[in-house]
């Protein structure tokens, strides 16, 4: 399941192959989680805004004794319920930098289920053109997921 408050980004997410998505500017999230998972909720969720209200949300909506991984960069310190992790015995980790080996697996990972991630791709420029990729992000920023600089253009 992918939540995002992007209708455009959730449309990208099904071309991709993700079925269940959900815009939580449709109601709460801790609802429809547990429509999809069962009253246990999730195993695992990711915050990967960097937000207090979405980082609590990540929270709720993992089981007991469920992992919360933390991805966004967060400008400020958020106010976070440590009592609900405490009390369902949650393990919150952080991650920031990715290794060869993460990189290794997420090949291995595309290549063996057959994901489908060209609708992520908006926009590929030449290196010699790296300035006009900038310029093309900033003019566009609802509607870029990933722009490429092919090196060998």
Known sequence: MITDVSDHRLEIARQCGLVCTFNPRQGPLESQVAGIFGPQRADVTFECVGQAETANQAIRSVRKGGTVVVVGVFGDRPQIDLGLVQDRELDVRGTLMYLRQDYVE????????GIEIN????????FRHYPEAYAFIEENREKVMKVMVALDS
């Open 106 to 113: 997420a090949i291995r990972c595309l290549a063996e289920r």
């Open 119 to 126: 609708p992520l791709l908006t926009k590929t420029f030449s």
